[in-house]
């Protein structure tokens, strides 16, 4: 295989979004097919209870103590407190919601940034996450 050098990058990334709640450390370019984030989440702070209509989201606590509330098998809400050293993986339209028992941060991969997030219930009053509204709030428009 030949691979053009041209479309190498050894340049460093990373793209801080505030968040009501805390901030993200983005430390994979937008134009990728997944994402990678640090979500760094106040105690007791909590994201909004949402679910995706495109994207899967994969976490990995790395400090402090967190927990995911979200659906189980049965579609009833559950509380899970994220261990270290084991992952936790929310699908396609299972609801979920992140929260922080002290300061924590978290490590989230997922699928590219896409579609809609809904926002079921939100501690700050946001609306649901478009496209459009995801841009707004990262200052991008």
């Not at 097919?33 to 994969?58: C, F, V």
């Not at 270290?84 to 992140?98: A, E, F, K, M, W």
């Not at 941060?105 to 995801?134: A, C, F, H, N």
Request: net charge negative; charged share 30%; hydrophobic share 25%.
């Amino acid at each position: 295989m030949n691979f053009d050098p041209k479309n190498f990058s050894n340049s460093p990334y990373v793209k801080r979004v505030e968040k009501p709640w805390g901030y993200e450390l983005h430390w994979v370019p937008e134009d990728k097919p997944y994402m990678g984030k640090l979500l760094h989440i106040n105690a007791e702070a909590r994201l909004s209870l949402q679910y995706h209509d495109q994207k899967t989201e994969s976490w990995f606590i790395v400090k402090g103590q967190g927990k995911v509330i979200w659906d189980n098998d049965k579609g009833e809400l559950v509380e899970t407190e994220l261990k270290p050293g084991v992952g936790y993986t929310s699908q396609i339209g299972q609801r979920h919601r992140l929260c922080g028992i002290t300061d924590c941060d978290i490590i989230e991969v997922s699928t590219p940034e896409m579609g809609t997030t809904w926002r079921l219930e939100d501690d700050y009053k946001r609306p649901d996450e478009t496209p459009q509204q995801r841009k707004k709030e990262r200052g991008e428009t």
